[in-house]
């Protein structure tokens, strides 16, 4: 049974950070993993994705909204993915999911697995 599992959401004051991490198991991805995120009363958007590497060296996207402040890292050893995010802003609040199975990148459709997300708040 496939499982993703995120942690390392809360709440922050805008211009401080978080780590999300999550930990998938059950199989191992050899296609990208990413994260989403679901404000209240929108659409769930793209946020990151890094497709597979046996080095860990994989392609890195981003959407323009967070580029230049969150990094995604992956350790396809450990079948795990990071999202480091820094200078938060209040608009970054939302609900972050992790999705693995990746077909094309910056699609949520086109993610076969999924977490049960967690919960980021940045207050101004």
């Known amino acids: 049974q496939v499982q993703l599992v995120e942690s390392g959401g809360g709440l922050v004051q805008a211009g401080g950070s978080l780590r999300l991490s999550c930990a998938a198991s059950?199989?191992?991805?050899?296609?990208?993993m990413g994260w989403f995120r679901q404000a209240p009363g929108k659409e769930r958007e793209f946020v990151a994705a890094?497709?597979?590497?046996?080095?860990?060296?994989?392609?890195?996207y981003y959407a323009d909204s967070v580029k230049g402040r969150f990094t995604i890292s992956r350790d396809s050893v450990k079948n795990t993915v990071s999202l480091q995010m820094n200078s938060l802003k209040p608009e970054d609040t939302a609900v972050y999911y992790c999705?693995?199975?990746?077909?094309?990148?910056?699609?949520?459709?086109?993610?076969?697995?999924w977490g049960q997300g967690t919960q980021v708040t940045v207050s101004s």
């Open positions: 999705a693995a199975g990746g077909q094309i990148v910056t699609d949520f459709r086109k993610y076969d697995y």
């Open positions: 059950g199989r191992t991805f050899r296609s990208a």
């Open positions: 890094v497709t597979w590497s046996v080095w860990n060296s994989g392609s890195t």
